[in-house]
């Protein structure tokens, strides 16, 4: 049973380009949660999706990112207009029916 | 501000010892999950517990949920090198599981 994948593992970008984040969940979970990892930080909640529905998108910043659940394919995070502060790690979990989340091996971006 | 703190930020211990995390806040949770995450690699989920004050053992782990649902412990017996990485506790608030609020984690290293 494969579990969460994400891709690219890691990706580069210049600031001013556009960021795409993909997560895949695993078989049979439609919940899907996203959140970005910094050094000092910790891990922070983004948003969560079902099927092509957000459910909570609190944590998102209001401009540049957006994230998207469709019926056929994986969850995408898209960050546009990249800048130096959005580098980070992005996480993917996904859960069934709204209980434990299991984290994808997340997305290591690198805005230049 | 961080809704859950975790304590040690860091311990460095020897194979052999034993040793006791903690995870604390002022709020209640409904539940609270135990991640151990390794560099480059996203979050493992260890365990959840749900109940105040149940106690779930993992092999040489063992969780405790705090009789009023606002903390919890991890303790590990008889260290090992392969106990060492990054121990996150995360919390849910409300009657179902939405995001997570993640504590910064404890760093632990075991040396041979």
């Known amino acids: 049973n494969a579990g969460v994948m994400q891709n690219p593992r890691h990706l580069v970008r210049r600031r001013g380009q556009e960021a795409r984040l993909r997560c895949s969940p695993m078989?049979?979970?439609?919940?899907v949660y996203w959140y970005r990892q910094l050094p000092e930080e910790g891990l922070k909640f983004m948003v969560y999706?079902?099927?092509?529905?957000?459910?909570?998108e609190s944590g998102m910043p209001k401009e540049r990112f957006s994230a998207e659940f469709p019926k056929e394919g994986p969850s995408i995070l898209r960050i546009q207009q990249v800048v130096r502060g959005d580098s980070a790690a992005y996480f993917c979990?996904?859960?069934?029916?709204?209980?434990?989340?299991?984290f994808g091996p997340g997305t290591r971006l690198t805005v230049l | 501000t961080q809704l859950l703190e975790q304590s040690p930020q860091f311990l460095s211990i020897q194979e052999g010892e034993n040793l006791t995390v903690y995870c604390n806040s002022s709020s209640v949770f409904s539940s609270l999950q135990w991640y151990r995450q390794e560099p480059g690699e996203g979050p493992v989920l260890l365990v959840t517990?749900?109940?105040?004050?149940e106690v779930k053992k993992l092999k040489r782990l063992t969780f405790q949920f705090g009789d009023a649902r606002k903390d919890s412990s991890l303790h590990i017996t008889a260290a090992q090198t392969g106990d060492t990485g990054l121990y996150l506790c995360a919390g849910a608030q409300g009657s179902t599981l939405g995001r997570l609020y993640f504590g910064r984690g404890t760093q632990l290293t075991v040396w041979p």
């Open positions: 979990a996904s859960s069934p029916a709204r209980n434990e989340q299991f």
């Open positions: 999706l079902q099927k092509e529905n957000i459910i909570d």
């Open positions: 517990v749900v109940t105040g004050g």
């Open positions: 078989k049979g979970h439609s919940h």
